[in-house]
């Protein structure tokens, strides 16, 4: 109700915080459409597609190419943040041992993430 009720003054809080509480309940699908809400709201917040990618990754085993996909499509937006976007997509990629595309992708070497 609350999403909807700000729908018109781009108000995405409302969708993220039913994101946290879906995942909570461990309800993935749920929570994805509640992120997808905000993006559609938010498209410069950086920080959605974070939390979407993690979800994808940590919660609903998703395929690696559609957390690239996402990241991809943030980083084509118009505005968005890429202090944010950036370390978060390079930890990403060399997660998943695409350290080349990384340097590639964002300018980060892997090196910045190791322990």
Same mark, same amino acid.
């Given at each position: 109700?609350?999403?909807?009720?700000?729908?018109?003054?781009?108000?995405?809080?409302?969708?993220?915080?039913?994101?946290? @509480?879906?995942?909570?309940?461990?309800?993935?699908?749920?929570?994805?459409?509640? =992120?997808?809400?905000?993006?559609? *709201?938010?498209?410069? @917040?950086?920080?959605?597609?974070?939390?979407?990618?993690? =979800?994808?990754?940590? *919660?609903?085993?998703?395929?690696?190419?559609? %957390?690239?996909? *996402?990241?991809?499509?943030?980083?084509?937006?118009?505005?968005?943040?890429?202090?944010?976007?950036?370390?978060?997509?390079?930890?990403?990629?060399?997660? %998943?041992?695409?350290?080349?595309?990384?340097?590639?992708?964002?300018? =980060?070497?892997?090196?910045?993430?190791?322990?």
């Amino acid at each position: 109700f609350a999403g909807k009720k700000f729908e018109d003054k781009k108000i995405y809080q409302p969708y993220q915080n039913l994101a946290n @509480v879906y995942v909570i309940l461990k309800k993935y699908d749920k929570a994805e459409e509640a =992120l997808k809400e905000a993006i559609k *709201l938010a498209t410069e @917040v950086g920080d959605l597609y974070i939390r979407l990618a993690d =979800l994808y990754q940590n *919660l609903m085993n998703a395929p690696s190419q559609k %957390i690239i996909d *996402l990241y991809e499509s943030a980083l084509h937006r118009e505005s968005y943040q890429p202090d944010v976007l950036y370390p978060a997509y390079a930890r990403y990629l060399c997660s %998943i041992g695409k350290d080349k595309e990384a340097v590639e992708k964002t300018k =980060l070497s892997c090196d910045k993430f190791k322990d």
